[in-house]
C-alpha cells in the first residue's frame, strides 16, 4: 500500500489531497515535526533532505512534492488528474505546476524562513516584506490567467495544478493581501473546498478556519 509521511498543511498537503481524488487506499504516516522526527536517522533513510513529505510506493521512496504529485497523476491515468501524455495541455500542466513548485512555493519559502536569509531580526523582517511584495506580484499573476483561461488553471480540465495552487494559496492567508482577495483565484479556491475529496482531506489533517 501506498504510504504518505505528512504534517498538517504542509507541502504534503497537495499529495494527500490528490490521493483522496484519486481514490486508491493509502496510509498517512504522522511526522512529528514538532520534534523534529523529519530529522531523525530512520527518516533521513527515506528522505536525505530531511524534509516533508515522502511517499512511498512499493520498495520506492519518493521526495519533492511535485515530484510525488506527478508520479501519482501517472500511476493512476484513469483519474485524470492531468491531461495525458499526447495532449496539448500536458506540457501546459508541467509549466504551471513548475512555476507553482519553482517560483511561487520558492517564494513563499522565503517568506517563512526569512531569518535563514538574513544576519539580523530586522534585516529578515526586509526580507520577508520583500517576499510577501513579490508572492503578491505572482499572485496577481495567477489570477489574470484565471481570468482568461478559467475556470481551472488548465481551462475546463480539473487538475493537479489546481490541488497545487490551493496548498500555496492557504499559505498565503495570514498575508496583508492574500490569495482570496483576488476574485478569480478566490472563485477557484470556493470550487475546489466544495469538493468531497479535498473536505476529506482537510478533516484528516484538522485544519481549522479560515482555510485559506
Known sequence: MIKLF???SNASMAPHMLLEEIGCPYELVLVDRDNNAHKSAEYLKLNPTGLIPVLVDGEQAIHQTAAICLHLTDKFPAAKMAPAIGDPLRP???QWLMYLTNTLQSELITYFYSDRMADDAA???RVKTHAERRVGGMLDLL????AQSGPYM???QYSVVDIY???LCRWTRMHAVPAQTRPHLRALLDSLVSRPAIQRTFAQEKLPLPWY
Request: aromatic share 16%; charged share 10%; hydrophobic share 55%.
Open 6 to 8: 505528512y504534517y498538517p
Open 92 to 94: 501546459i500542466c508541467y
Open 123 to 125: 534585516m529578515a523582517e
Open 143 to 146: 489570477d489574470a490567467h484565471l
Open 154 to 156: 488548465l481551462g475546463a
Open 165 to 167: 495552487l490551493l496548498m
